[in-house]
Structure formats: structure tokens, C-alpha cells
């Protein structure tokens, strides 16, 4: 006795429903974009990390290497000149291992140029009290410090803290960059600030992350915006059609063969 072959017998159609239609269709490009936009973050990433490692083995940049017109972004320096120890920055909101606190940030009077350099000393704890800054020792007379040179990354949220230029110094601000220091200063910057390096006179705790996220995490990120893409494309084609029935019956037909 031989059996019968097995036919399908739904066959496939669609049953549109438009309010689901134009949902995919302004769903998905977004869904596509912000995958895009991971990788673009990706590779932005990855260009940062290469130029880290790049300008940390070069040579330790001098004085005289200040004024030249090249990417000076994380190269190591060694300066002598004296530290603003009068008038310093607590830079707010930034947390180490869960706890609140602050950077801090001074002058350096260098020897040799007629510019400033804005010093990123490192990290404290916050005080409970927030009217009651940190308390730190100061850094007198001439000093050589060592550290790299850091130029704030673009993007990022700065909050307005309504601080324009201090009357009285120390001052706490919600954001600081060298273009900053020169309106709270009241006088011209190099464009990189200094990050002090662990051990270097006047350094708290150092240590920052080159990036805040790797390029890999980004990647995982896009992945999973093109995988919700196609899973509302896949979700869009149910919804407009009989897809599910007429899968289920091709399914029957194979256990029949």
C-alpha cells in the first residue's frame, strides 16, 4: 500500500492592515540607521584607541613641540613651571567605583612659553556636604610634572551651571574644557590640557579609560538593531498575511512525505 503524496492546502495571501504597514515602514529605516550609527561609533572608537597607542609610544613632546600643527592628542610630556594653587577648578559629577567626586584642575605657568596649560591633577572624593569642597595640599613653587596631552572629545552633554567668570576662586563647574579655562582664567590656553600621570607632583588619583565604550560593545550594538530589524520585517509580514498558517501547514506536509 503506498501513500497518498500530501498536498498544501493553504495557500499563501495577504491580508494587509495599513496602520501595521506604516508602523514598518517608519520603524525600519530607524532601526537600520541606529545599527549604522553603532558601527560609525565602532570605528570611531577603534580610530582613538590606534591614535592612543600611536602618540603614547612616541617620543615625550617638549616645550617647543607645543606650537606645532599636529595631532598632540595623548602624547607624554614632561613640563617645569609653576601651578595656579590660588585658583582651582573642582569638575562635578565625576564618579570613581560608586563614589562621588570631583577632578581637579589648575594653572601651569610653564617656563619657556607665554601661554598656560590647564593641568588635570586627578580625582578626589566628594565631602556629604556638597557646599564643602575637598581640602587639598598645595603644590608650591617651581615643579616638573609629567602626564599626556588630552584634548576633550567631541560630543557628549554639557549642562549649564551658570558659572560665567568666577569672583571667587575655588569654583565648581558642570563642565571644563580648554576653551573654557580661557573664559574662567581670563587669559590664552594651549589647546591640549595635561593629564598628570601616577607619581608626577601634584597628582591625585589618575587614570582615565581611553574610551567609554570599546568598539566591540558598539559592534554587539548593531547587531542586535539589524537582528530587530529583520525580526519586524518578519513580524510585519505575519501580521499582513496568513505567513504562520501556511508555514504550519508546509511543516505538516513534510511529516507526511
Not at 37 to 47: G, Y
Amino acid at each position: 500500500m503506498t501513500k497518498k503524496p500530501y498536498h498544501v492546502k493553504i495557500n499563501f495571501r495577504w491580508q494587509l492592515n495599513r496602520k501595521i504597514v506604516l508602523f514598518v515602514l517608519l520603524t525600519f529605516p530607524c532601526l537600520v540607521s541606529l545599527g549604522f550609527w553603532q558601527l560609525f561609533r565602532a570605528e570611531e572608537k577603534r580610530l582613538i584607541k590606534e591614535l592612543y597607542s600611536q602618540n603614547q609610544v612616541a617620543p615625550e613632546a617638549s616645550i617647543e613641540d607645543l606650537g606645532e600643527d599636529k595631532n598632540m592628542q595623548y602624547r607624554k610630556v614632561e613640563f617645569s613651571g609653576v601651578l595656579s594653587r590660588d585658583k582651582r577648578i573642582f569638575l562635578d559629577n565625576k564618579v570613581r567605583l560608586s563614589r562621588p567626586g570631583y577632578e581637579v584642575f589648575e594653572e601651569l605657568t610653564p617656563a619657556g612659553i607665554d601661554i598656560s596649560i590647564l593641568v588635570n591633577r586627578g580625582w578626589v572624593p566628594a565631602s556629604l556636604d556638597r557646599s564643602v569642597l575637598p581640602t587639598l595640599k598645595d603644590i608650591e613653587g617651581k615643579v616638573v610634572i609629567k602626564g599626556s596631552l588630552y584634548r576633550t572629545l567631541a560630543g557628549g552633554l554639557q549642562l549649564d551651571d551658570g558659572i560665567e567668570v568666577p569672583v571667587d576662586w575655588p569654583v565648581r563647574v558642570g563642565w571644563i574644557t580648554v576653551e573654557r579655562a580661557q573664559v574662567l582664567y581670563q587669559k590664552p590656553f594651549y589647546p591640549y590640557q595635561v593629564r598628570l600621570d601616577r607619581g608626577s607632583p601634584g597628582a591625585l588619583e589618575t587614570g582615565w579609560p581611553v574610551v567609554s565604550i570599546n568598539p566591540e560593545k558598539h559592534i554587539a550594538y548593531s547587531v542586535q538593531w539589524f537582528l530587530m530589524s529583520g525580526v519586524l520585517i518578519l513580524m510585519g509580514i505575519a501580521a499582513n498575511s496568513n505567513l504562520i498558517e501556511w508555514l504550519q501547514e508546509i511543516f505538516r506536509s513534510f511529516r507526511h512525505d
